[in-house]
């Protein structure tokens, strides 16, 4: 089925070239970001929609948003890799129903066009490229096209453009293929406001018991530990980064009740909010002027 799309927006977060090793091994990771793989040596794996997919030198791969991913090196891989959304006119993500293949082979071009776009962009990749590290997601967020030149942002934007019209070309209408992406979406945007089930079952127009089981089949949780741990993330990201308070940091994920939000990060984390932020507040100059914790 053809695809009519009068209108696309590609933001892109990061991009580099790397040499991942055994420790790139992931499990069952979620991300709100699109991902284009080239490999340039090695292998690698990674398993989506119930089937692996095996990378070596020339595979262009693509991995689509809010779908559990298995990332596997079993040596050394060199890739290149963007990091990515792609919004429809709606602001509908275009991976929710649109199936596009994952795995194809790499031509000269694509290879041109990354190895100029590294040369043109040395050390715009991403600081720390452990997917299961705490703040993962929120330090790609904030990534996003720091310090560059217009001219930098047209190629950048334009290389995915034409990577990602490679998949493009055999691309089909599929309803539902990433499963409710409305809600993950929301999750990741909406920390603060109400996320109960039945504010996320509604957002889907499913019933709640429908939701949290499909919820808990697609992502191997449910929908409740799911925003805990989305939850306790940004808590441990606004401690480490921002001098706010524990009420304000509380407000900001959606427990407002100051000790309550106490609670619930010692609950979880083992530590009180406050040790936490002394062990880890990256402002040096804050702990050296003997910022005061609150």
């Keep these: 089925m053809k695809l009519e799309i009068s209108h696309l927006s590609i933001d892109t977060y990061a991009f580099d070239k790397v040499e991942v090793g055994k420790w790139w091994d992931f499990k069952n990771h979620?991300?709100?970001f699109a991902r284009i793989f080239l490999v340039d040596a090695g292998k690698q794996e990674v398993s989506f929609h119930g089937k692996t997919y095996h990378h070596q030198r020339d595979s262009l791969a693509l991995i689509p948003p809010y779908t559990p991913v298995d990332y596997y090196c079993a040596d050394?891989?060199?890739?290149?890799?963007?990091?990515?959304t792609c919004r429809l006119e709606n602001g509908?993500?275009?991976?929710?129903?649109c199936r596009f293949p994952y795995l194809l082979s790499a031509d000269a071009l694509s290879h041109e066009l990354c190895q100029h776009l590294h040369r043109q962009l040395p050390g715009f990749?991403?600081?720390?490229?452990?997917?299961?590290?705490?703040?993962?997601?929120h330090m790609i967020f904030r990534s996003q096209l720091a310090g560059?030149?217009?001219?930098?942002?047209?190629?950048?934007?334009g290389t995915v453009g034409l990577l990602l019209s490679r998949f493009a070309a055999d691309a089909q209408r599929s309803e539902?293929?990433?499963?409710?992406s409305k809600s993950f979406q929301f999750i990741e945007t909406h920390l603060g406001e109400d996320l109960s089930l039945a504010v996320l079952a509604d957002l889907e127009g499913v019933s709640k018991t429908y939701f949290s089981d499909q919820f808990y089949e697609?992502?191997?949780?449910?929908p409740s530990e799911y925003i805990a741990h989305k939850r306790e993330v940004r808590a441990r990201?606004?401690?480490?980064?921002?001098?706010?308070?524990?009420?304000?940091?509380?407000?900001?994920i959606g427990i407002p009740d100051q000790a309550y939000f106490c609670r619930f990060f010692k609950k979880r984390t083992g530590i009180a909010p406050k040790k936490y932020r002394l062990a880890n507040l990256i402002d040096e100059g804050a702990k050296a002027r003997g910022f005061p914790i609150r």
């Design 76 to 84: 050394v891989c060199s890739q290149y890799y963007f990091i990515f």
């Design 30 to 32: 979620i991300s709100p």
């Design 237 to 252: 990201e606004l401690l480490a980064t921002t001098l706010l308070n524990m009420s304000e940091i509380g407000h900001a």
């Design 176 to 180: 539902q293929l990433i499963r409710f």
């Design 92 to 97: 509908k993500d275009l991976f929710t129903d």
């Design 148 to 157: 560059l030149s217009l001219q930098q942002k047209l190629v950048l934007q």
């Design 218 to 222: 697609h992502s191997g949780v449910r």
């Design 125 to 137: 990749g991403l600081s720390n490229v452990d997917a299961d590290s705490e703040d993962f997601n």
